[in-house]
């Protein structure tokens, strides 16, 4: 049994010692194994969880059930229409807000005291009076509906001219009405020219839009009637020519040029010219809320120039591109008061538009002069010359408020003083006042 265990020993040795081992010597350190190819290659990759399966078989679902993108149909396109038409409308009605919001901001309370002009005035060319320009519109349509007692065809011509502010509708209109005229001129013997059908799409397009032309048809002839028509169940009303009227085919025809050639009621602004003793304070001034009140247009564009300005203090900016913003934003205002200091120290103070040419503050200062011939030059601010004429105040920064200095030749002016006493015509120094 022990020779057995022996044998069985050796053979186990032999087994394991490996080549070239003899099994008298001690058995040498087993050398590692190579490692075998399979556990050498990348192990397989594992399929996806039973979670993230339901997950994309989700998603796919969710693909398969959006709708495909489709070509549009008649519908689709009212439907935008009625889209777009709705959005002008809440943009109209933001304009109301907008103009809501202004009516309903408390009044600036203003101290005559201490404002060098009250406030900016206009003249009215039919009744001659002096309003302010807050009362300016609603002074000349009362002026024109008196004049409409007097002159019932001058009256409705001017509403129609003054009160529809779209020139080329006003445009299309009139040579519309012009056109029925000329008709019933050339064919004077035939009833149709002496109807006009007031549902006809012509003259509910260009005339029935246009205020004042009712009361123009009515002035020169037409009375209006209801009709019947042939072919037609429901009679319609129409402008019908008077027998009268057709009697007096020259008085038409006169009409008729009078409203072709006829101008918008226009206001002339006041300048309201003021002559100041010398005065530390020339450049002080103290302007009311006419001189920078905005329409609602103007609101709507300041909310967009606002919104620009936020966006643009982050960029940078070359000098003409302040330059250019500076301009639009001198552009805002609509009047500006300018006075001129002349060598005696004198100060001559008037009303412009922003936008009126620099010929017309130079025209100002000329008839105020004693002497019309007597040359001059203007300075602006900062010693700016005024030699270009045609800039406009806002163009210049002369807004909304500026001082300027009349210079010349000192001689001829101290001739002139001398003879005269004064640049200035006696009778506007004969109202002069202190500057406050």
């Known amino acids: 049994m022990k020779k057995f265990f022996q044998e069985l020993k050796a053979d186990l040795q032999f087994r394991t010692a490996g080549p070239g081992q003899k099994l008298t010597e001690a058995p040498r350190e087993r050398a590692p194994k190579e490692k075998s190819k399979a556990a050498e290659s990348p192990k397989p990759r594992q399929g996806p969880t039973d979670e993230a399966q339901m997950a ?16 549009l149909s008649s519908q689709d396109a009212i439907r935008n229409q009625v889209k777009k038409e709705l959005m002008n409308e809440a943009a109209g009605s933001d304009k109301e807000a ?3 919001q202004k009516n309903s901001l408390p009044a600036i309370k203003e101290d005559p005291a201490t404002l060098s002009v009250s406030g900016v005035y206009f003249i009215c060319p039919l009744t001659g009076s002096c309003v302010r320009k807050d009362k300016k519109e609603a002074h000349i349509r009362e002026a024109i509906q008196q004049h409409a007692s007097q002159d019932p065809v001058g009256a409705s011509i001017m509403e129609i001219h003054t009160f529809n502010r779209d020139r080329e509708k006003v445009k299309l209109g009139v040579e519309t009405i012009a056109k029925y005229i ?5 064919h004077s013997e035939e009833e149709k020219y002496r109807k006009i059908k007031l549902q006809n799409k012509v003259f509910q397009e260009r005339i029935h839009p246009l205020e004042g032309a009712d009361r123009f048809f009515e002035a020169v002839g037409f009375e209006k009637m209801t009709l019947s028509v042939p072919g037609q169940e429901d009679p319609e009303d129409f402008y019908v020519l008077k027998e009268e009227a057709l009697e007096k085919l020259d008085d038409l025809k006169e009409y008729k040029e009078q409203l072709l050639n006829a101008e918008p009621v226009r206001a002339q602004l006041d300048r309201q010219l003021c002559v100041f003793k010398p005065s530390p304070r020339a450049s002080h001034f103290e302007l009311p809320s006419d001189f920078f009140n905005l329409t609602t247009e103007e609101l709507m564009r300041e909310r967009r120039l606002r919104a620009e300005a936020v966006e643009k203090a982050s960029m940078l900016r070359t000098k003409a591109m302040r330059e250019k913003e500076g301009q639009r934003e001198m552009k805002k205002y ?11 120290g004198y100060i001559l103070q008037g009303t412009f538009f922003a936008r009126e040419p620099v010929s017309a503050l130079y025209q100002f200062v000329q008839e105020a002069l004693q002497v019309d011939w007597l040359p001059f030059e203007l300075l602006g601010p900062g010693a700016q010359k005024l030699t270009d004429e045609n800039l406009a105040f806002n163009e210049c920064g002369l807004v909304p408020s500026a001082l300027l200095t009349l210079t010349g030749d000192e001689d001829i ?21 202190i500057l406050s």
């Not at 998603?59 to 495909?68: F, G, I, M, N, V």
């Not at 002016?413 to 006042?433: F, H, N, R, T, Y």
């Open 98 to 100: 907008l103009l809501d």
């Open 182 to 186: 000329d008709n019933i001129h050339l």
């Open 56 to 71: 994309a078989a989700a998603a796919l679902a969710r693909l398969e059930q959006k709708p495909k993108p489709r070509a």
């Open 413 to 433: 002016m101290a001739d002139v003083k001398e003879q005269m006493g004064c640049l200035l015509k006696p009778e506007l120094l004969s109202d002069i006042q």
């Open 334 to 344: 609509n009047y500006t008061l300018l006075r001129v200091r002349f060598p005696d």
